[in-house]
């Protein structure tokens, strides 16, 4: 391969990955195996809803979480597969109205502050419709097809948590999210200007938390299934620099406080925009803004958030092969 090629490849490969709590765009483009990376991350969030994604209407909360995770792209059965580790560092402030929370009708406003680690995740992805197993070489020359489909599992285990306060940075439960995102190619005619559609709908699934905090004055509660569907629309302006239109839209995660339903239901459509930008071959930036369109749940959330991508694959392996 010619040196130029190469640098393609890496930069290729460099804004591809993009993988976070928050998502984003170009988080479920599938790529080359042999590829390893790690995704440093900010994301300052002011919402009223719980890093735990609880919403408590009357909250101001304001959190600062630096997330890191690690891919590696590899093959099963001739497919692509991926597997990833996350963990969140970060802290969060401001106050609670008690009166929203359960068991406290007291009217007045409560300072919380906790650092720690947020709930972080493992993660599996597997390519389940036009998403073969290529090494770089190989999927540099891959015309890709018009639809792709990947089927993507995450667990998110604990984070710091403590009983004793009003909040805390972890959740104390288990979330199984299951999402089938699927990736529409639009630059056939013009490949070296990549358009993708990333279309990414997901449940997610909570366990019980049966040590709530004693500010609650609850034995359990439980979080109800909740339905996310994210949509992002990014193209390549030049070799180096790429941006996106994003959407998302969640459903559901209302919370019961001891079998009682808290009037707390997700109904929120948001979205914004991301810039990235090609430092170098293996190292990629970019960075997004976000925030609620339209929220007949009373959800107030804006979000600033900052990546570094570093990815690495072994080019001269594949040339000593040629």
Known sequence: MKKTILLSIIAILSLQYAIAQGDGARMTLWGPTGVTGVIPKWMGLNQNMTPSHILVKDADLHINAFPVTAIHNFGIAGRFAQIMLNTVPGSVSGSIASSTIPGNPIPENISVYANGFADGFIGFKLGLVNQPALNVKEYMAYKHKTFSMTSYTRIWYPGSYDQTKELNL???R???ELGL??????SKKNPKRATWLEIYP???LYTA?????EITNADKTEQLPLFTL???LSHNFTDKFWA???LRYQYGGELKSDGVKQDNQINALGGGATVGYQIIPPIGIHASYGQVFTNPSNVEANML????VFTYANLKKLQNKN
């Not at 995102?181 to 639009?186: A, G, V």
């Not at 938390?209 to 905090?213: A, G």
């Open 170 to 172: 972890g959740s104390n």
């Open 174 to 176: 288990w979330t199984f």
């Open 181 to 186: 995102p699927m990736n529409i190619y639009l």
């Open 202 to 204: 997901a449940i997610h």
């Open 209 to 213: 938390n049966t040590d709530p905090t």
């Open 230 to 232: 994210e949509n992002h």
């Open 244 to 246: 996106a239109l994003d």
């Open 305 to 308: 958030k900052v990546t570094l």
